[in-house]
């Protein structure tokens, strides 16, 4: 009879144990952290006409949030002559020099228009912005 | 009863409990190995990183948000305009990559949003006999269909990987996919257009142009390859991809296969097939898609500077091989018998073994194959894997084809950020399960 009582002391003691730990160890619900979620544009199905062409319409734009200072307005409409701006900030951070090589690539080997002076502001906007040193987004 | 909130830490529950534990000694059923330091907690995720670097990027894909383009699944954004976007690394489970989920690269910014086949003629032209201008019908009912599986890869795959990181399209290692190709055989079209003597290159060109000067790179994207090199054998002007039309960001109605070679040379929307009796002199022959003539493509910062490298245009794929999944965001209980999973290609042919290792390459065992579609596809991959004992293990994979090329465990570098193919590394945690 005692052993019996002990047994279900025992068991009584296990199961506050277990209660326990489930209210407070065993597992935690419930927690969620921050995060933005993005919209994604649902498609528009393709025109139902049997004729022979061939449409997806436009292509969309998503336009980055240049970082602001002196320089930005120069080089985003020299840059967006040929390319959206997004080619820059998908770049790692880039040391000045590799962006001063980049942006003598654009003038000299694919013949951007851009005037010497406008060259130098974009430059410097970048290697403001946009170096191991300077990169903040 | 306390009712735990959200971001109440597991280190805020044992200091409750230190004060309010009544003599239960409850504190060991937290007791990881290590104590609460040991916690599970991850940093709150950031929402979206808008980029990596100076060091390497330490994710599978890159990590642009996810957008939807026309005919494609949200995937990952690298530019607009021009359109880059990347695969998500699930879609890689398959042999087979889903037109929806295949990956984009374009160069310039005038690229087809409408093309009418009426008026849409590929022409064959140059140091030939007969000149063509053959439709889509004439090419889908007029010549032999052949299909062929093979994987494109952006000569940029994994850019991202680079130290020091090289400016161009950050990609993970999802500028791939693989998709069975059907089409006609591109020497039966050069010999339905008979190639003259004399001919020395075949020169592609596609609907995509630029807004720079006539002549320069900025203003058409073209590639060209010897008439005497073997891939042209295996090229195949594919206007299907799995079996359903090519999506527009592919290059429909046509684009070039070359199975083995790398993307840049997989014109999309091609138009022009040109037979040149002089080498192709254009920006993209001549100074783009070039990699240092040495092993590997791999060079320094320093020889660069020096201009002591000698450069080769980019061709064939080098050995490579992924692990999908885990993918290292799962704990797993010790003991609980898991499936690595992954595939494997080369550019030099078939894959003859792939191998894994859960001491981060120390031992490696072998892993089955799965169906073989040919020497230019995806191969599946699977192992068993058992880790017994908790702890961390960094869980490796690399391929021999049948060439004998090995992957290796060493970085590669170039300006350029091409050629990266080196033994692919994922933590895997294991925790215990008792």
Known sequence: MRKKLSVLLLAAGLMLVAAGSVAFAQFRSGSYGSAKATGIEQLFPAPVTSDSNFSVGAYPSFPPELAEGEGRAETQ??????????????????????????????????????????????TSYLQTHYTPETRKE | MVTWRGNVSRRDALKFLGAAGGGLALGKWFAAPGGPAHAQE?????????????????????????????????????????????????????????????????HLSEIPNNIDLAAWKLKMEGNVNKPLALSLSD???????????????????????????????????????????????????LDAAGVKDGSLQVQFQGLETGAGPSGLGSSAFLKSLEVSNSALDEAVVAYSMNGEPLPMLNGFPVRLVVPGYFAT????????????TAADENFWMKTAYRIPDTPRGNTTPEEIKAGSVKTVPIARMPVRSFLISPNGGTKVPAGFSITLRG???????????????????????????????????????????????PGKYTVAVRATDEKGNVQPDEPVWNPGGYLWNRVEKEEIVVGKAS
Request: aromatic share 12%.
């Open chain 1, 77 to 122: 409409s020299f840059c967006l002559m040929c390319h959206s701006t997004r080619y820059i900030t998908m770049q790692p951070p880039l040391p000045a020099a590799v962006w001063e090589a980049e942006i003598n690539k654009m003038i000299k080997t694919y013949g951007a228009p851009i005037p010497e002076a406008s060259a130098k502001k974009i």
């Open chain 2, 139 to 189: 090419l889908t009912t007029k010549f032999k269909p052949f299909s062929i599986a093979a994987v494109n890869q952006c000569s940029g795959n994994s850019r991202s990987r680079l130290q020091p990181r090289v400016p161009g399209g950050q990609w993970g290692n999802g500028a791939m996919g693989n998709a069975m190709w059907t089409g006609v055989r591109l020497r039966d079209l």
């Open chain 2, 343 to 389: 595939i494997a290609f080369s550019g030099y042919g078939r894959i003859a073994k792939v191998e894994t290792s859960d001491d981060s390459g120390k031992n490696w065992s072998a892993a089955v194959l799965g169906e073989d579609h040919g020497p230019y596809s995806f191969r599946t991959w699977e192992a068993a894997w058992t880790p017994r004992t």
């Open chain 2, 42 to 106: 991850r940093p709150d995720a950031k929402s979206i990183e808008a980029f990596t670097g100076p060091g390497p990027n330490p994710h599978w894909n890159s990590v642009g948000p996810y957008v939807s383009e026309p005919q494609k699944a949200p995937l990952i954004l690298l530019t607009d305009r021009p359109v880059q976007l990347e695969t998500p690394r699930n879609y890689f489970r398959t042999a087979f990559t889903p037109n929806d989920a295949f990956y984009v690269r374009w």
């Open chain 2, 265 to 276: 040379y997989w014109m999309k929307s091609l138009t022009w097939i040109r037979v040149l």
